[in-house]
């Protein structure tokens, strides 16, 4: 934090209040009497609970799950990250039964430390992602909590995502305490700061993963098409609901490329080499790392490149990168546009990838709809900026907040109906092969 403040030039007095964000299903556990973890969070993209949700599905938990908490059962949510640290972190189950052990995710920890312990919460947009969480009530849910196996005082008390929850311990910010006034998970924050406020309006984050999300107003909406119900935020009293799709490899592919590869030296390389061939000449890769996101939740799927020729270089795998992100989303939009009962009009874009002029050409192609991204790219830290802002006074309105973002690109589709067709049959042949690849464990 003193980082950030010496960077724009200004010190302590000059913070009005603070709003965190943060990676949601990650989770941390730790230690109440010492503050100090109990090992390693778990990430959101780590599979290693996968073997026990699938246990849950043959037991047949899965419908039951997904209608109270709007979510599928998938190792990518904390509950089962949970159970796995009891069973597997000695520590963790004697605190458990000293009633001294603290789940969170990443909102809980960072509020707790700089609270300097004195505050346990977290907003309700990241519990709804715990899958420990009733979707309607917004409270901790008694039967999720004996199915994991979770101690309801382990789970923090869930708050609105905008208020005033706590003051930091003064020794950490300058000598005075400063408010926090704002908690979202990174994808409901980045809605909130693409000012995504109107039921039917969509936003799409590229980071490392993507994440498009769809605001469906005052009342959960249930998917038919294995999209994620979950809670947008809650201010005012007032709870207003999303439908998410989540794609779980998005920039990290063109990390790979980088990283594993070695095909180019930057992130920013990859644009100027996809661009030096036309197309991916028929070359498809399905960037299935860690399995597949939706609209197919399939852990087991791998990832794979197919198509390739004697004629095929690096720049057609680097094209066909792009275009394996593009086509994720794709699917995802296509989903939201089914259960909507309308196409998209529109799609806003924001995130570090979103910089990649061709990425988003490719996606206005490829979804058919016209991208949108603002001057800010990192409308996530913006969104929890907001909500703390807000809480505070410092802005008086949502209103207010719409006059303050500026528009910057804008992407119109220019592909035929016919080759987009072709390119999203080839695709969907390519998902189909790139799935059940790994033995279930």
């Known amino acids: 934090m003193e980082g950030v403040l010496t960077r724009v030039g200004c010190g302590w007095d000059a913070v009005a209040t603070i709003g965190i964000t943060n990676q949601r299903e990650t989770v941390v556990a730790w230690n109440s009497t010492n503050g100090k973890p109990v090992g390693n969070a778990i990430v959101w993209q780590d599979r290693r609970s996968a073997a026990f949700c699938e246990e849950l599905k043959k037991q047949g938990k899965e419908t039951w799950i997904q209608e109270k908490t709007g979510l599928v059962l998938d190792p990518y949510f904390s509950a089962s990250k949970m159970k796995w640290i009891l069973e597997n972190r000695e520590e963790a189950e004697v605190l458990a039964e000293e009633g001294a052990l603290r789940f969170g995710t990443i909102d809980s920890w960072l509020i707790w430390k700089l609270s300097g312990g004195r505050c346990y919460v ?9 899958q420990l969480m009733d979707l309607r009530s917004c409270q901790w ?4 909590m004996e199915l994991f196996s979770i101690p309801k005082p382990s789970l923090p008390r869930i708050v609105e995502s905008s208020g005033e929850f706590a003051t930091t311990d003064p020794e950490l910010t300058g000598g005075r305490s400063v408010t926090i006034s704002g908690i979202a998970g990174d994808q409901q924050a980045a809605l909130f700061g693409q000012l995504c406020f109107k039921s039917g309006m969509v936003k799409c984050t590229y980071g490392t993963g993507c994440f498009i999300l769809m605001n469906v107003g005052d009342e959960p909406s249930s998917s038919k098409n294995k999209l ?21 490899v998005g920039g990290s592919a063109v990390q790979w490329l980088r990283d ?4 180019i030296k930057s992130a920013e390389e990859v644009e100027a080499l996809a661009r030096s061939v036309e197309s991916s000449d028929g070359v498809v890769v399905v960037p299935a790392f860690t399995g597949l996101g939706a609209p197919y939740w399939d852990p087991y799927a791998r990832g794979t490149i197919m198509g390739l020729t004697r004629g095929s270089g690096v720049a057609h795998i680097a094209r066909a990168v792009l275009d394996g992100i593009a086509n994720q989303v794709s699917d995802v939009t296509e989903a939201m546009a089914t259960d909507a009962g309308h196409r998209l009009r529109e799609l806003r874009a924001d995130g570090g990838a979103s910089a990649n002029s061709l990425l988003m050409q490719t996606q206005a192609d490829v979804s058919g709809v016209s991208v949108k991204c603002p001057r800010i790219l990192e409308t996530t830290a913006q969104g929890a900026a907001f909500l703390a802002g807000l809480a505070t006074g410092y802005w008086g309105s949502r209103e207010e907040l719409v006059r303050l973002v500026e528009a ?18 080839k695709w969907k042949k390519a998902i189909d092969r790139c799935q059940e690849w790994e033995d279930e464990e």
């Open 141 to 144: 849910d008694e039967e999720l």
């Open 228 to 248: 994620l119900s979950t809670v947008a935020w809650k201010v005012d009293g007032k709870v207003e609901y999303a439908l998410e799709g989540s794609v779980f």
């Open 122 to 130: 977290t907003d309700v947009s990241n519990a709804s992602r715990t």
């Open 260 to 263: 594993q590869l070695g095909v």
């Open 408 to 425: 910057d690109r804008s992407y119109e589709p220019a592909m035929s109906e016919t080759d987009r067709r072709l390119r999203l049959g």
